[in-house]
């Protein structure tokens, strides 16, 4: 992006002051607007990927690579413009995870459409982040209960056998692609500038990917589109995606943060019709319906109730 365009975001999000105890205050219609450039961005990581392993010439450990090492030299950029002292490092642990989730995406989109790869990974990040709240003591409410069942529900008849399944190994990837994601979220929670925190986990997980494409070598393969696709997935939809993110959280509720989340599997899907050419199926229409209910019931009850118990 324009090193103009780079300034003025940093120069935004050095109003905001992560580590406060008062709430930024942002006009409504803009924190509208970056919540749903957050979400485009997050959204557009699905479709980069999908079409740089389906459409280009480029590996899944390459591309990998290229996200991490790009995403990392944005967000060190973002961090150092910015101005003020900031608390937060990143650590090795949250690093693997991260670079386990980067990897995972990448090979499960060799086979997976953007929209399939979309829900199973926001299903198993809510999953691994609701499944950590209940092993801590938090107490599901019936409605939360019911919630939680549609939405398994709706991932087993997503994963069951048939002409329309996705391809088993590129779900089991994804998922655990998830799991590693909701990992690396709940390790993220107060340590830190969260921007400051993402950057030091990307600079960490480099190397990690390096290895991979050192591994993977012999199976290697780089053309231009899909160089800049996976330069577009780091810089852009990560990096600078999560910037945004980090930028308009604080204005939101934490159920309100989790709520506008579930637009994204929305957006991926319709990107994958509308550039992809990709179908929509009857099973994933209904498996969608019900994985993204399911978890917005569990959500909103949570927010009505002000907080399941503790047990």
Same mark, same amino acid.
């Given at each position: 992006m324009p090193f103009y365009n780079l300034l003025v975001l940093c120069r935004f999000r050095n109003r905001l002051n992560f580590i406060t105890r008062g709430k930024p205050q942002m006009s409504y219609p803009r924190m509208i607007f970056l919540t749903s450039l957050a979400m485009i961005a997050f959204a557009g990581n699905s479709l980069l990927c999908r079409a740089a392993l389906k459409h280009a010439g480029i590996d899944a450990a390459s591309f990998t690579s290229i996200r991490l090492i790009s995403g990392a030299i944005m967000l060190w950029m973002l961090v150092n413009l910015g101005r003020g002292y900031k608390i937060g490092r990143g650590n090795w642990l949250s690093a693997f995870a991260l670079f386990v989730y980067a990897a995972g995406f990448s090979y499960a989109y060799v086979s997976l459409p953007a929209s399939t790869g979309a829900l199973l990974l926001f299903g198993?990040?809510?999953? *691994? &982040?609701?499944?950590?709240?209940? #092993?801590?003591?938090?107490?599901?409410?019936?409605?939360?209960? &019911? /919630?939680?069942?549609? =939405?398994?529900?709706?991932?087993? /008849?997503?994963?069951?056998?048939?002409?329309?399944?996705?391809?088993?190994?590129?779900?089991?990837?994804?998922?655990?692609?998830?799991?590693?994601?909701?990992?690396?979220?709940? %390790?993220?929670? !107060? =340590? !830190?500038?969260?921007? %400051?925190? *993402?950057?030091?986990? +990307? &600079? %960490? @997980?480099?190397? +990690?990917?390096? =290895?991979?494409?050192?591994? &993977? @070598?012999? #199976?290697?393969s780089l053309d231009s589109a899909g160089f800049c696709y996976a330069l577009a997935s780091g810089a852009l939809t990560s990096g600078v995606g999560y910037s945004v993110w980090y930028t308009v959280l604080p204005a939101l509720k934490a159920a309100k943060a989790a709520t506008v989340q579930l637009s994204v599997p929305v957006i991926a899907a319709l990107g994958g019709v509308l550039l992809l050419g990709e179908p929509i199926t009857v099973r994933l229409l209904l498996s969608s319906l019900a994985i993204l209910g399911g978890i917005a019931l569990v959500i909103l009850e949570k927010q009505r109730t002000g907080g399941a118990g503790r047990g």
């Open positions: 198993a990040v809510q999953a *691994t &982040m609701i499944g950590h709240g209940i #092993r801590t003591g938090e107490r599901l409410l019936k409605l939360q209960i &019911m /919630g939680l069942v549609i =939405a398994l529900a709706g991932l087993v /008849g997503l994963l069951l056998p048939g002409l329309s399944a996705p391809p088993m190994l590129g779900s089991v990837l994804m998922l655990a692609s998830g799991i590693a994601w909701g990992v690396y979220s709940l %390790r993220g929670k !107060g =340590a !830190g500038d969260p921007l %400051r925190v *993402t950057a030091g986990n +990307f &600079m %960490r @997980a480099v190397p +990690f990917a390096a =290895a991979l494409s050192v591994v &993977m @070598a012999g #199976r290697s």
